[in-house]
């Protein structure tokens, strides 16, 4: 792996407080991920895997540490460029899918996408996240739910609105944070295949996270996290140190 | 743009989204109507404030006008001027029945009707007639009606049977009775009285015959129909008119004047105090050589303003063999009268803009609401790329939508219940028996109403700012919402 990373952490901490208590969550996190990589962040609950995720992925700052995106340094940029990022180099998939409510699957799926048009070209640009979302919605097998509102999906159906909602921007990292922690066996199970599909597909990068051994053959790469630190490291199966 | 697809999304069938859409167009329609209304009857006052002051008066304080006629045509080229007319005013003791004070106004009729309003003013014997029978008729039964009310709030103290229970009992059968008399009487008289009010216009040949024909020596005066009330005068009947000028203030100066008819404008004031009669027998009267002043009639009065220091510069030269001339423009001539009206009317605007700032408040509270409600959604949008201005306007252009829709809806209802006001006061009148304006309170066949761009502006725009300026705190809080707590719950 002679390539630039995608994705640096040097350092990284985080800490909570509790009046002048410090609750320190990450205690120093060196980390880095390659263009297609599928990295397996596992670790018990509270671990800060989630915290970790949140920083890599610009939605939360790291008390202490430096982030770098393809060798560029991000840990202090303004936050309207830090959205900016997140619109368009990110996708996330959350445990609870956090769809918006008021909006149709198809909406929802748009809605990164649309979040780029200004009012010049609105209905141009409409047209194309709607054919996109389409699209991606039939991939990820819910055709005959577009118009659908969350409240009216299954647990299986809603996170698969998310993952299509994730991917249309054809992000350079995708994060998933427990995708499937909120599912039962089976639907966890089509939800994991659909991803595998995805990442042959798009030759997506993948972050996940998640506490669940079961799920640690889904990566190329698991690193173990205990404590707000990395703990091991194995690289298909073998492990390095 | 995508701050609009959501706010939309969220104003989008709530119940509170309509409620205070409901509250801003409550407030903007009560404004737009009020406005209105004030505006129409602004305007009619000032009407009929030109109606009997002249566009520009020209005076001389001490009746030192010689030559009128060369003054006159100086004024007359001034460009703008449309008419000028001649008069001689003086202050005068009304001695009849009672005495009060009024002002004497002498004038050339012919003139003086192409300057002011004095041929719709002006009444013929037969039309004061009608009016001073049916307002007095009015009068009495209000008079008996008060009575009426008095009587049986009384009889409550008093004993059954006892001997004054008895005799407010007749009393009171006796008041009924007149009263219905007094009102079929009033019924009867009605039809003339509404004929005179809806007179012809006086021709030229009758406002001189008005004037200058008539038996013997004696001068005669025109009297406003409200003195002639109190006086209980009829045409044909002689006053007393008693003066004395600024000049010469210990001669005072009698004489009798036989009463050659009324006239009636609508302002109390001016129908009471204000007689009118030819200029020279006027200047007798009060014992001057020369002419009090000039009336002078422009094309448009909007140039009041402008016309006065035309007329002042051409009316210098004459300024030197009599005394200084005041020039002075109607709204001078009333202007504290005028600025209580202005001053009403934004008072009442500015009391009823509260309306507006409670509306307000329910935008605040419904984007509160909002914000509280869709927290996670705060999360979701920030995590997809938003920022926190995106999401400050989402909610901002929620609210702005919210005042917006309100203002529209409002201006249309309240233009719509304008144009439509006296459609809605005849249909009280039918449903209720009484008229919401009635015409001989007002003087008006119709409530007045004036729609004016400028006044709605004032109307829409401050509600527009209020609202945003009140949609600011919840939407920056909203876009103060850090994405990582937002998210963190199901
Ligand atoms: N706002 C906060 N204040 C204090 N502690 C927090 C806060 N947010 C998270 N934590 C703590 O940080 C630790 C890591 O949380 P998280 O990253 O969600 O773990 P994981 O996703 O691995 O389960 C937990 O012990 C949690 O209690
Ligand atoms: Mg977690």
Partial sequence: MSEKPILRAVGVKKSYYAGKRELPVLRGIDFSMHKGECVLMYGPSGAGKSTLLHILGLIDVPTEGTLYLEEENITAIPANRRAQLRNEKFGFVFQFYHLLPDFSALENVMLPLLMRNGLLGWFRGKKKAKKRAEELLEIVGLKDRIHHKPSELSGGERQRVAIARALITEPQVLFLD???????????????????????????????????????????????????????????????? | MWRLFVALRYLKRRLTTYIATAGVTIGVMVLVIVVSVMGGFQREFHEKLRGINAHITVESYDFSIQDAETLMNAIRRVKGVAAVAPFVQNIVLVKGMYVDFGFIKGIEPDMEAEVGKLRQYLLRSEEALAVVEYENTRDHLKAYEYGIAQIKREME?????????????????????????????????????????????FSDEEIIRLFCFRKGETPGVVVGIELMKHYNLRVGDEILLMTATRMNLEKIQQEKFVVLGAFKTGVFDTDFRYLYGLVDEVKKFIGVEGIGGISVKLEDF???????????????????????????????????????????????????????VVAGFGIVSILTMMVAEKTRDIGILKSLGGTTKGVMGVFLIAGTFIAAAGSALGLSLGLTFVYRINEVAAFIEKLTGYHPFPRDVYYLDKIPTEVDALELAYVVVPTLLLSFVFALYPAIRASRLHPVEALRYE
């Fill in chain 1, 178 to 241: 427990e995708p499937t922690g909120n599912l039962d066996t089976k639907t966890a199970d089509s939800i994991l295949t659909l991803l595998k599909e995805m990442k042959n597909r798009f030759s997506q990068t993948f972050l996940m996270a998640t506490h669940n051994k079961a799920l640690v053959s889904f990566g190329t790469r698991v690193i173990n996290i205990v404590d707000g630190k990395i703990v091991g490291e194995e690289s298909d199966g073998a492990p390095k140190s």
């Fill in chain 2, 157 to 201: 103290a008093f004993e059954e049977g006892s001997a004054r229970r008895r005799f407010a009992e007749f009393a009171l059968i006796r008041f009924k009775s007149q009263y219905e008399e007094l009102s079929r009487k009033l019924e009867r008289l009605k039809e003339p009285y509404q004929k005179a009010l809806n007179r012809a216009p």
């Fill in chain 2, 302 to 356: 909007k140039d009041a303003e402008r016309l006065k220091d035309a007329i002042q510069v051409a009316i210098e030269p004459f300024e030197k063999e009599s005394s200084r001339l005041s020039v002075k423009t109607w709204m001078e001539l009333n202007r504290t009268l005028l600025q209580a009206v202005q001053m009403e009317k934004w008072l009442l605007s500015f009391i009823i803009f509260f309306i507006v």
